[in-house]
Every structure is written in C-alpha cells, then in structure tokens.
C-alpha cells in the first residue's frame, strides 16, 4: 500500500460511500515541499559534536529528494505520479535556525497540532492542488530514532488534509547518512504510523 493510500484510509470509515481508487486522487497536483526543521531537536550532544555545522545537513536532508530522486522516491512514496518538488519553502523557513540551541539531552515530542500549525504557517498560494512535507520532530541519537510528521495541506484553503507521525530506525556512515536513513526509511513506508 503507498504511503498516501496508508495516511487517507483511516478517514474512509467516516464516507463509506467513497471508492478505494479515489483515495489515491488528489484535487490536483502534489508538490512536496521538503522537511521543516524549525521545531526539531537533535537529542544527545554526543551525537552531535559540531552543532554549528548542522546547517549545512539540514540543507543535505532536503536536498536528497533531488540528488537521489530513485532512493528518495517522494512520487513512489505518496503512490503519486503527478509530483513537483519545490524546496523553496523550507529552505526559507530552515535558513538562519540556531541549530546550536536545536541540542539538547532531553527527549522531545510534538503534537499533531503543532505539526499541523508549521504547515499552515507557510504561504502556499503559488501552488495548485496539495502540498506534502516533513515537519522533523526529533533525531534521538540515545534511542538512534529520527521521528517526523508527514502532512497534507490543500494549499489554496490551507486546510489539512491528514497528517501521520512516524519514527524509524537511523543508520550508516556519517552524520548526513545515518539521519537520512530515517527519512529513506519512511518514504519506503517500511515503518509504522504511530499517531
């Protein structure tokens, strides 16, 4: 099952009348917009010895969508062929974030309110049709989990559509690699919704 069908099935028992084909149909294009950082934390200062370098891996964790488009997958993941990426607006929105006060030791969580806040925050007029991004909740390198909320936003209306919180097993080689393999592993859908 692709991950859009997985996020919107849980809705069909509320319109029964509805057919399986439709839930894979949007009112329009998806243009994913990429991961919002602003409410993540890197947990576990260990893992995350140079805090001021996370900038540039925040960009890397974005940018994976367009450098490995056949492993990152997004049209795949969301069982969508009619995708535009468009990282304009997270970048925006990462640009300029403290990420030495991003570190902490402490877990941390965010609501599903929250995530559906960050969302709307974003001006999303120029786009047709839905907008899907990662809001990051927390990179634990204590549990080696990578937590995200995926969610998606008609962008005309702003309203959310549907929003699942994921967490998955971190992993490889380096800094940029093991925080990706989170990522890499939800747009697989190998991991469980655990909203």
Not at 162 to 190: C, M, P, Q, S
Request: hydrophobic share 40%; with cysteine.
């Amino acid at each position: 099952m692709n991950l859009f069908c997985s996020l919107i099935l849980p809705f069909l028992a509320f319109f029964p009348g509805m057919e399986n084909e439709r839930l894979s149909k949007t009112d329009g294009p998806v243009t994913w917009i990429g991961i919002d950082y602003t409410q993540a934390k890197f947990v576990g200062a260990a893992g995350f010895t140079d805090p001021g370098d996370l900038p540039r891996f925040l960009l890397a964790w974005n940018d994976f969508v367009i450098t490995e488009p056949e492993k990152y997958d997004v049209k795949k993941a969301l069982g969508i062929s009619d995708v535009t990426i468009d990282l304009s607006y997270t970048y925006e929105k990462n640009e300029g974030l403290d990420t030495e006060a991003m570190v902490q030791e402490e877990d941390h969580k965010i609501t599903q309110e929250e995530a559906e806040t960050v969302a709307r925050s974003y001006d999303l007029s120029q786009i047709q049709g839905t907008a899907a991004l990662l809001v990051a909740e927390c990179y634990n390198k204590k549990t080696t989990k990578g937590s995200h909320w995926l969610v998606l936003i008609d962008a005309q209306s702003s309203e959310i559509i549907t929003a699942a919180h994921y967490v998955e097993k971190a992993g490889g080689f380096g800094l940029r690699n093991y925080w990706a393999r989170t990522i890499y592993e939800l747009l697989k859908t190998k991991g469980k919704s655990v909203q």
